[in-house]
């Protein structure tokens, strides 16, 4: 049985102040959380406010990045290591709005894994496709591609430790879900392809569906077989919608 995972990505919003408000107030409200696992992942600076506040809760945190190199000279970059050093349990990797806006190609992507994996960190790699490519037909080979860089590249027990969130392009910040049924298809090819090189890591990986996860559809899609939670964005940024989704997994 696979505990459902709920991981809000709060991206690039709120001051510290909205940071301190929004933990307060999941916190306030987590008791009608029954069985999902809830994390928080904040933009860096905010890491320490929520460090303190979720201190002693059951409620988990992670960074939206990290880099894909050790330490050095890499200006603006955060290792994986520093992120670890603020308590975080997760990491997400390989969000298309990196793909898209910092250029991180599959490689770099596979590194940034790699380097979560080894200071023990959860990295939740983020996989989907633009609209052009599903209207192309592409959809199973840009995801294929995508788990491929750390399945093939990395190893099936490497993306057993992991988390992947299966993140439509088209579904982002756009309003559009996919409906349960596109999710579920896609989840389910992302899982045979992990089962082809080991059926144990297939069953155990947590596959979060993201991309306009909110309240009115949160039940529906975490209901299907092969979804496992939900990596949140907008919805993440209100206190009443993040818990309700929450309470729904
Ligand atoms: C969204 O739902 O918009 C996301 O990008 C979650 O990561």
New binding site residues.
């Given amino acids: 049985m696979r505990q459902p995972l709920v991981a809000g990505?709060w991206k690039m919003n709120g001051s510290k102040a909205d940071a301190a408000d929004l933990v307060n107030g999941i916190k306030a409200g987590a008791g009608n959380i029954r069985k999902a696992e809830v994390a928080l992942c904040p933009p860096f600076p905010y890491l320490p406010i929520v460090e303190n506040l979720l201190a002693g809760s059951s409620i988990r945190w992670g960074s939206q990045d990290v880099s894909s190199e050790t330490d050095g000279a890499f200006t603006g970059q955060v290792s994986a290591r520093m992120i670890h050093e603020f308590g975080c349990t997760y990491a997400i990797i390989g969000?298309s709005e990196r793909r898209m806006f910092n250029a991180e190609s599959d490689a770099t992507i596979a590194k940034k894994y790699q380097q979560a994996l080894a200071v023990g960190l959860t990295p939740i790699l983020c996989v989907g496709e633009s609209l052009e490519e599903r209207e192309h037909g592409k959809t199973e080979e840009v995801v294929a591609r995508h788990l491929d860089a750390v399945l093939e590249g990395i190893g099936a027990e490497a993306i057993g430790s992991g988390v992947i969130a299966y993140?439509p392009v088209w579904a982002?910040?756009t309003g559009v879900t996919a409906t349960p049924e596109q999710a579920q298809e896609v989840h389910a090819f992302l899982r045979q392809r992990i089962a082809a090189k080991s059926q144990a890591h297939a069953d155990a990986v947590r596959i979060l569906y993201?991309?306009?996860?909110k309240p009115g559809n949160a039940m529906e899609l975490i209901g299907q077989g092969d979804i496992d939670g939900g990596?949140?964005?907008?919805a993440a940024l209100k206190a009443s919608d993040f818990l309700a989704i929450c309470a729904a997994a």
């Fill in positions: 990505n969000h993140e982002i910040g993201g991309g306009s996860m990596l949140i964005g907008g």
